[in-house]
Structures are given as structure tokens and as C-alpha cells.
């Protein structure tokens, strides 16, 4: 007798399953995600005949140390964000929007490692003639690159396990399939199963493959969220298309650090490290005017000098516009609550902008203090020095906390010829004498008065 086939509906976004349809996942919560696939259940011969396999477990003193070995990519920014290299028998997934550059910066890497190792590109999107043409514009000519154009992924993984390359590039996982799945390839089942054969083949042959992936409209993975759980290290591509810089960020590491970030210029001969981001970021920088001052964050381990602007100007309408472009929207409302309540700026019947340039986006609470400067600054229309830096956490009750990497902030700050430096009061006792005498170091306790220890 004929087997019957099933249909369920799986959520895209977290992959929970289900036998009937919803206009809400009940899983994540995220509306119009539940699609429909149709799965042939295994027959009972096949069930019957499956040997079961007992599981062994060893003790985890008998287990060899070793030390991980890696392979450099020859772009130190590339290499930063993975820790150091790609690991031998690791997954990394690179995501990024469309045209971001997440096949250029693959290709430029096979430049270098072609020259000792043997790499496998994969692509299920390009033609060989295509990826060749890309390859003359970005100087690509070393021999140990082979190319194959091919979706089956479990053809893949047996060329892989025969030919045994040094690393394999996959582009991209929504293309790939598995021919016995009846759901057409970039669905949930096809994504997710195809990484699991995909891990499997690089873990057993130690052998490191780089998975590209599409994300959706949101700015996330397309696919199932379980994918980013299966890889062993995350990294996503972010920036305008528009503009030339590009920052490579890595969500997840099992081998390195989740904070470091590496920034790139896209150019005609492809993308270009750029090895002094603060520099980059602040160049161009308006003289002598009012709503700007300068930010320090910490990527990782590095600290990044950034551009933050306010513009503060009459609202036409009665409800006054807010807006942040590189910040978060709540914590500038909050910011403007302080500053109206604990040191008597209005901004009630105002319309309020933030942007930090270069395309950077800050998270961290010690850009605080110079997000405050800004909007100050632009209110009162006075023009922040502009040798002076600031850096601060801001509480409710007008404060300005601590930090962490007081001093690495300050000694970046130096080494980019400001003189002048607004940090918390607190920070100040854990400087060393050194630091100090290297730039001019102001320590403020409260919000009301950081603007007026640094305008002219």
C-alpha cells in the first residue's frame, strides 16, 4: 500500500511545528510565518530494519589537549573577529544583506589561502563563468581553487569526504537541498537539514566550511532560528550599500570573542582593510560647530573614536519628533528626560535627532554623557571644543556612573591628538599618574555640569 504523505506547517523563524495553520506562531509569537510543508513518514520496513547504535562515553581526563589549529585568512580584520583564524572543522556562517559583499571578501581570502591549501567553492547562485569574472577583477589567481557549481548537498559532502580539500566555501545554504525532502530548497527543513549534513562532513573529516547566508527584511538569518545553534560561529555584515564602509561583526564564536568587529572600505579591486577605524570614522569632522562631539566605545578589545551629532530644532506640529539614527531610540528619550528634569534644559516643544556617523552603531552606556553633549550643544546652539572627548554612563537622577576601560579610552583619545577628556568622577582614582599627564582629564559627577567644563 501506498505511503501517505502529511502536511504540516512550519514557522520560519523558530521552526516550531504544528498540524494545523496559525496566523501566530504559537512558538516565537511572529505573525503570517507558519508554512506549509509535506513529509512522507518512513515506512515500517525501514523502521524494522534500522540497527540501533549504543552510545559510549569516556572520561574527560583520558581526552588529549591539543591546541586548536587555525588558518589565517590574510585580512587581520577578517582574522580578529574569528579569534585568531578559521578553526580546522569548524562551520562559520556569514550573513549580510544582499550586494553587501559577503562573496568578496570570500574570494579575496582564497587569494592567500590558495597558496598553501586547497580550497572547494561551491555555488548554487553563480555560474563558473560568472565567478571567474569576479575572481579577474579581484586579482584571484592562485591554482588550488576549484570551483563546482552544485545545490545537492549530499553530492557535496560525499565530493568533500573523497576529494578532502583544506577548506570549502559554500555559497549560499537557501540554494542547497536535499533531494529526498519533498519541500522546495531555502524552507525550513531544506536549511536546517542541509547544515546538519554540512556539520556533520566537517566535523568528521576536520575540515572547515564557510556557509553563506541570506537574512530576511528584519535584518535576521533567513531561516530557522535553530541554524544559528547548529554553526559554531555567526558573523554578520552590516552597512549601507549606499556608502563605502562596511563593519563584520561576530554574533556568535565558540572559538573567540562575540565584541570584536572588523572594518572595511569596499573598492573597485574589492574590500580593503581598515586598520584605524577611529581615524576613518572621524574624518571630516565639521570645525566650530554646534550638536557634535566625539564618542569612545569599546569593540572587544579595541576602542573606537565615533562622530555623535544632535540636532535640536522649534517642532511645527505639537507632537515633536524624535529620531536616532546609530543609538537606541529609548535610551536617547531617556537621556532627554534627565536632561529636562535634572539639569533644566527644555526640549518639550522640540524636535530631536541623533545620528552617529560612519554607519557605527552604539550600544554601549558610557556613549551616554556625549550623546547628552550633543543634543545640549545644539540646543543652546555653543560649539563643544573640538579637542575634547567624553565618555559616561548617565543614571535617572542626573549622574554620571563609571565605566569600564577608563584608561584604554583615554589613551586612544591621546594617541588621536585631543587634548581634553570628560570622564566620570569615579574613574579618576584608577588612573595612573601616566595617563594623566598625556591629556588634560576632567572628571564630572553630574550631567548639569559636563556641558560647561568643555564650551568654548
Request: with cysteine; proline share 4%; glycine share 10%.
Amino acid at each position: 500500500m501506498a505511503v501517505k504523505s502529511k502536511a504540516i506547517y512550519v514557522c520560519s523563524q523558530c521552526g516550531y511545528e504544528s498540524a494545523k495553520w496559525y496566523g501566530k506562531c504559537p512558538g516565537c509569537g511572529e505573525w503570517n510565518t507558519m508554512n506549509e510543508e509535506v513529509r512522507t513518514p518512513v515506512t515500517g520496513s525501514k523502521q524494522a530494519g534500522a540497527a540501533v547504535r549504543m552510545p559510549t562515553a569516556v572520561p574527560i581526563n583520558s581526552i588529549a589537549e591539543s591546541m586548536e589549529h587555525r588558518y589565517k585568512t590574510g585580512l587581520s580584520e577578517l582574522d580578529r573577529v574569528l579569534g585568531g583564524g578559521i578553526v580546522k572543522g569548524s562551520l562559520v556562517l556569514l550573513s549580510g544583506d544582499p550586494g553587501i559583499g559577503k562573496s568578496t571578501i570570500l574570494l579575496q581570502i582564497c587569494q592567500y589561502i590558495g597558496k598553501e591549501l586547497k580550497i572547494l567553492y561551491v555555488s548554487g547562485e553563480e555560474s563558473a563563468h560568472q565567478i571567474k569574472l569576479r575572481a579577474v577583477r579581484l586579482g584571484v589567481t592562485t591554482d588550488n581553487l576549484y570551483i563546482m557549481c552544485e545545490t545537492d548537498v549530499q553530492s557535496i559532502s560525499e565530493f568533500i569526504r573523497t576529494e578532502k580539500p583544506d577548506i570549502a566555501i559554500i555559497d549560499s545554504i537557501q540554494t542547497m537541498s536535499i533531494s529526498d525532502l519533498s519541500s522546495s530548497p531555502g524552507s525550513v527543513t531544506q536549511v536546517r537539514e542541509c547544515t546538519n549534513c554540512l556539520t556533520r562532513t566537517a566535523k568528521i573529516m576536520d575540515i572547515p566550511i564557510i556557509v553563506v547566508g541570506h537574512v530576511n527584511k528584519d535584518g535576521n538569518i533567513a531561516g530557522p532560528k535553530v541554524l544559528e545553534h547548529i554553526v559554531d560561529a555567526v558573523l554578520y555584515f552590516e552597512g549601507d550599500r549606499n556608502m563605502s564602509y562596511r563593519i563584520l561583526r561576530a554574533v556568535k564564536n565558540r572559538y573567540g570573542s562575540t565584541n570584536e568587529i572588523g572594518v572595511f572600505e569596499m573598492l573597485d579591486k574589492g574590500l580593503r582593510e581598515v586598520e584605524n577605524p577611529s581615524m576613518m570614522l572621524l574624518s571630516g569632522r565639521p570645525k566650530n560647530t554646534s550638536g557634535t562631539c566625539v564618542a569612545c566605545a569599546i569593540e572587544g578589545t579595541r576602542p573606537i573614536l565615533a562622530e555623535v551629532q544632535g540636532l535640536v530644532a522649534p517642532s511645527g506640529f505639537g507632537n515633536p519628533r524624535r529620531m536616532a539614527t546609530g543609538f537606541d531610540y529609548n535610551r536617547m528619550s531617556m537621556i532627554i528626560a534627565v536632561l529636562e528634569k535634572r539639569a533644566g534644559y527644555f526640549f518639550g516643544n522640540m524636535d530631536v535627532y541623533i545620528n552617529v556617523v560612519g554607519g557605527l552603531r552604539l550600544d554601549e552606556p558610557a556613549t551616554d554623557l556625549s550623546v547628552a553633549m550633543a543634543l545640549v550643544s545644539s540646543l543652546k546652539d555653543k560649539a563643544v571644543r573640538e579637542d575634547v572627548l567624553a565618555f559616561g554612563e548617565i543614571g535617572l537622577a542626573g549622574e554620571i556612573r563609571a565605566v569600564s576601560n577608563c584608561e584604554q579610552r583615554i589613551l586612544e583619545a591621546a594617541r588621536l591628538g585631543f587634548t581634553r577628556c570628560i570622564v566620570p568622577k569615579h574613574n579618576l582614582r584608577g588612573l595612573s599618574q601616566s595617563v594623566k599627564d598625556k591629556i588634560e582629564i576632567i572628571g564630572v559627577r553630574e550631567v548639569r555640569g559636563a556641558f560647561e567644563a568643555v564650551s568654548e
